[in-house]
């Protein structure tokens, strides 16, 4: 038998820290740019995919732990080449999403795939949640003068009661006489004005649903949802698929979204409400098909005798939708902001001018009727948006 | 005298209490309801006559509304595929309304793929939504986008039920005028 000559003490040294080096260098090299892989993830992956949720296609947290590097690589920059090599494992989670394909990344390079595969490794990086901390003491406030202006009002009370009752000074009783019919004609119009005026009309709606976070804070178009503003005489309430583009993805709140008035649980709770009526199972990602309306109160609300089309003004009169709804984008629950009332109408019918430029259609009308009144512009009450048949027939 | 006195306390005391029960989640009180409630079905009411108690009804099935034409590649990749390689715009030049378009665009696409076309949206930029693509990443057609903008793909829904199939168009070319400037 032969016998092997053994490394000298040194050397065997000098092996194994070379070995050692050799582990750690290897080990930094695969470890990637957390940051820039975050960027990455963020502009090409995440429209499909969610660190620890399932989205169109699988969570990606972690996912080192269950596929290789090499085959990361090779399945992100062409998935189909993979798949068509007859790769057991690209085959099965194609035929898991039910064969929709993962789009190709050709541009991305090795380099950005460890990046990015880094980013998935990293342990995800929690906010700190800060909470909001808004004052509540102006409510009080409000209260105490009330209580002042009641009190007002049952000293008076007293005064006239004990002129009636006790007092024989016939012109104390005459002037008490026409104070209280002041009062009622005061009151009496108020009462008689406000028949009819919803003006401030906030009924509680079935899902707490917030303008202030869509149309404000997130800066999405009215029209988006109202999308049939534009064409017809409804400005439409969205049906729950246009709520789903958004709360197919959006199934939670962010904590900066809630306020001191509304938790974030709340807000959470009203997206499954929502979720609850489109019949969207959130665990699964699917539709259950089992649906139900969600009965909204409706709140602007004209007469049936009064026409109003919401085309004629937003297409055509290219008016702001908050001219008459007032400011939408601020208000966490809707409200009526103006009275509806027919010389509010016209108010804004005799004010607004008509925009007459690049409309050849109506040049020789337009001009006609310039000359008739004797002005620049027509304003809409000219062009006939003060007869009664517009609106009323 | 004192009846006088006493009509004049009662009728006050009724318009006080009218004026201050003003209870913001009511209606007020309506002068002849029979003229201002409508007799007429109004839309999104609720209706006894139909089966799902809605005034709102889908289109029968089969019909084809005016003005709209009916559109025949399926919600799946092969009719993607197909739209991409045969669908074509059916606007004339002197249709395409390039304002229109982006007027529209401006309303229903801007939030999440950015003015420019560039994935850059505020929904994106909020961090509510993620991975919206350049228009100048993607190989896409004009039958591609209204393809898509009809069914949706991916994390995108059909926005078929807000826009009529003129307006889809007007989008078509204003997103393929945002990417030919993306590709400069």
Known sequence: MKSVKKHSQVLRLAITSLTFLFLFTFKLSAQGDVKAGKSLFNANCAACHKLDKKLVGPALGKISERRELEWLKAWIKDNNALRASGDADAIAIYEEYKGSPMTAFPQLSDADIVNI??????????KAGAPVIAAANEV?????????????????????????????????KIVATIFLLFNLAYFGFTALLSIGVDEGYQPVQPIAFSHRIHAGDNKIDCQYCHSSAKNSKSSGIPSVNVCMNCHKNISEVAEETATAEHSKAFYDGEIQKLYKAAGWNSETLEYTGETEPIKWTRIHNLPDFAYYNHAQHVTVGGIKCQKCHGPVEEMEELY?????????????????????????????IHEDLSKKYGVDKVTVAQMGGKECGKCHY | MKNNIFK?????????????????????????PDMYVSVAYEPYGENTAFANGMDSQSPVEGTIARGQVPYDYPNTNEGYEAAKKELKSPLSVHEVNSARGKSLYGI?????????????????????????????????TEGSIYHVIMHGR???????????????????????????????
């Open chain 2, 108 to 140: 229903y696409c801007v939030v999440c793929h950015g003015k420019k076309g560039d994935g850059q949206g505020d929904l994106v930029k909020r961090e509510k939504f993620l991975g919206i693509p350049n228009y100048k990443d993607r190989d896409i």
């Open chain 2, 8 to 32: 004049i306390v009662a009728l006050l005391v009724v318009s006080v209490v009218l004026t201050s029960c003003s209870d913001k989640t009511k209606r007020q009180v309506q002068f002849m």
């Open chain 1, 117 to 126: 595969v880094s980013y998935l490794d990293a342990d995800p990086v929690k």
């Open chain 1, 140 to 172: 009080e406030e409000e209260t105490s003068t009330e209580w002042i202006s009641y009190l007002v009002l049952l000293i008076i009370v007293g005064i006239v009661v004990w002129i009636f009752m006790k007092s024989d000074n016939t012109f104390l």
């Open chain 1, 336 to 364: 009526q902001y103006s009275p509806l009332t027919m010389g509010w109408c016209i108010d804004c019918h005799k004010e607004t001018k008509v925009k007459m430029e690049g409309n050849g259609y109506y040049k020789n």
């Open chain 2, 154 to 184: 991916n994390l995108m829904g059909s926005h078929a039920s807000q826009l009529t199939g003129e307006e889809r168009w007007q989008i078509v070319k204003h997103v393929q005028t945002l990417r030919n400037d993306l590709l400069k």
